[in-house]
């Protein structure tokens, strides 16, 4: 196995560059991390639709998150690779194909994790905040959405670990991330599947076992902090804030 990872370790790393196009390990971060940068403003968007008291806003955000949830990945991959073209007219590449999969599956999970945030943050904030004369629009921004984004951050470190796995599923329209590079190096050696695939195994478990690490490292950190704010916790402390937020935007 030793002697697979010496001889292609470049490969499985940044793929042919700069001899052809970059590919391996750099395509899958890069890939996972922009399709989950793209996708958080677009799960805020679906996370307040989703809340809201408009059913004209409601009803398509609920249809987009169940549509989404209740297909595997795999049908997404295929619908964008198929529609894009014939929307734009134009062909697209594997790596445009995926991230735009990518983008719409994480919009609809990042969606109920914002949700589920913004939920969880006690209601008499809103009420204090609207009382202080504020718009809606102005205490999610100010108020709400800044703490209910804080304390979903592991969850969304836990949703990149979901991405950097699923772009394995780009290497069916030849998406040249570490899975890609693995079955070019096994076709090439022909006589070393195991070896080949238990690197893969092993590169992907590395990489998600460090960021669910992180994602622990966070939870553990902001459930500290929401203690501390909490023993700290006295009458017309939520009003004293509140009035900073306003005082600041």
């Not at 958080?40 to 639709?49: E, M, Q, R, Y």
């Not at 989703?50 to 249809?63: E, M």
């Not at 995926?98 to 949700?115: F, K, N």
């Not at 905040?129 to 809606?136: D, E, I, N, V, W």
Request: charged residues 15%.
């Amino acid at each position: 196995m030793f002697d697979v990872l010496r001889d292609n370790w470049t490969l499985l790393l940044i793929g042919q560059y700069p001899h052809g196009p970059i590919g391996g390990i750099v395509v899958t971060i890069l890939l996972s991390l922009s399709a989950l940068v793209i996708a958080i403003p677009l799960g805020i968007l679906v996370a307040l639709a989703r809340i809201s008291h408009f059913k004209v806003l409601r009803a398509p955000a609920t249809a987009l998150v169940y549509t989404v949830r209740g297909v595997p990945l795999l049908m997404v991959i295929f619908w964008v690779y198929f529609l894009v073209p014939v929307l734009t007219g134009y062909p697209v590449t594997g790596f445009v194909t995926m991230l735009c999969a990518l983008v719409i599956y994480d919009s609809a999970y990042l969606g109920e994790i914002i949700r589920a945030g913004i939920e969880a943050l006690p209601k008499g904030q809103t009420e204090a905040s609207r009382a202080l004369g504020m718009s809606y629009l102005k205490t999610m921004r100010a108020v709400i959405l800044p703490q209910a984004l804080y304390n979903v951050v592991p969850s969304m470190v836990t949703q990149f670990v979901s991405t950097i796995k699923e772009t394995s599923l780009g290497y069916i329209i030849n998406v040249q991330e570490i899975s890609f590079a693995a079955d070019q190096i096994n076709n090439r050696l022909l006589t070393r599947p195991f070896a080949v695939y238990l690197i893969l195994a092993l590169s992907y478990f590395i990489l998600c076992y460090a960021l669910t690490q992180l994602a622990h490292y966070l939870e553990r950190r902001v459930t500290r902090k929401r203690a501390g704010k909490a023993n700290k916790a006295r009458p017309g402390a939520e009003q004293s804030l509140l009035e900073a937020a306003v005082s600041e935007h």
